[in-house]
């Protein structure tokens, strides 16, 4: 979501206190701010999720929530799921790209996935299409986003993670942190309170189940 939600705020604390009159001739801010933006109701639109597996399904369920047919990028064989649409292997990247109003990346970075989103995957999206990132820095091309952003060949940028994070003085990240239609985060976009507890939760009893030899949950383990 473009940054001029900032300027809507803006607008917002500087009627206060202003006249009927002077608010009704200030209706017309919103208008001009939010002419470039976009609506899922009533539109067909389409998400690719790379990466499609505890993160990148629950991205598909909220994303499918929200009208979108979801396409997942996964080498693994994805079971059935309602929210989503198809699924295709890595190869098949830039096929799908193509049609996607949203490309949200949650994969692993692997020797395979390094920068797997590159000049040509973001020359071959949408105009006006949106990249959201929230695994690993490094399974994309910084300078390509940032000259698809400067070109106006993308919307906007949803980022939570950074090429050479936690490092971030490199110019193209420097460009993507000031860019006007990104928004940028560090690496804790998902963080909560509730969620900081289930972490120590889990963290304690696996240390209790492994110092008694019982076996541990795979899902609990980070490699």
């Known amino acids: 979501m473009p940054r001029d939600l900032g300027a809507l705020e803006q607008a917002v604390i500087a009627a206060q206190g202003q006249s009927a009159q002077n608010l009704e001739r200030r209706r017309d801010i919103p208008l001009v701010l939010c002419h470039h933006r ?4 009533g539109q067909a639109l389409a998400g690719v999720v790379i990466g499609c597996g505890g993160i990148g399904s629950q991205i598909a369920l909220r994303a499918w929530a929200f009208g979108m047919n979801i396409i997942c990028v996964d080498p693994e064989d994805i079971p059935f799921s309602p929210f989503i649409t198809k699924t295709v292997k890595p190869d098949q990247l830039d096929e799908v790209v193509p049609q996607a109003d949203v490309v949200f990346i949650s994969a692993p970075h692997t020797e395979k996935s390094h920068k797997m989103m590159g000049p040509k995957q973001f020359d ?3 105009k006006g299409s949106y990249f959201i990132a929230v695994s690993r820095g490094r399974l994309y091309d910084t300078a ?3 000259k698809a952003l400067d070109s106006r060949k993308l919307a906007g940028a949803g980022l939570d993670v950074f090429e050479n994070e936690p490092d971030l ?3 193209n990240v420097k460009g993507l942190l000031a860019h006007p239609n990104v928004i940028a985060t560090a690496h804790a976009a998902g963080s909560s309170q509730e969620g900081l507890q289930r972490t120590n939760k889990i963290a304690a009893q696996t240390v209790i189940d492994l110092l008694n030899g019982r076996s541990i949950d795979p899902s609990c383990l980070v490699v």
């Open 38 to 41: 976009r609506q899922c109701a």
């Open 124 to 126: 071959l999206m949408k």
């Open 169 to 171: 003085v490199d110019p």
């Open 144 to 146: 390509a986003l940032v």
